[in-house]
């Protein structure tokens, strides 16, 4: 669940960098257009899965 969350957030904040400020925007934002315009759609799932994650590794202590 950890590794599912760190690779949403490396995929925010590639789409996130991609649609701000241009940082390998050409690749990135040529297969996901949608996803650098609005990088918040991506954001929004990953801070709930990151909520998620810490509530299970919680419950395990």
Do not use: E, K, S
């Amino acid at each position: 669940m950890v590794l599912v969350t760190v690779i949403m957030a490396l995929a925010t904040a590639a789409f996130y960098g991609a649609g701000n400020y241009g940082i390998g925007a050409d690749q990135l934002c040529h297969y996901g257009g949608t996803f650098c315009v609005h990088p918040h759609w991506l954001g929004i799932p990953t801070l709930l899965l990151t909520i998620w994650t810490l509530f299970l590794r919680v419950d395990r202590i």
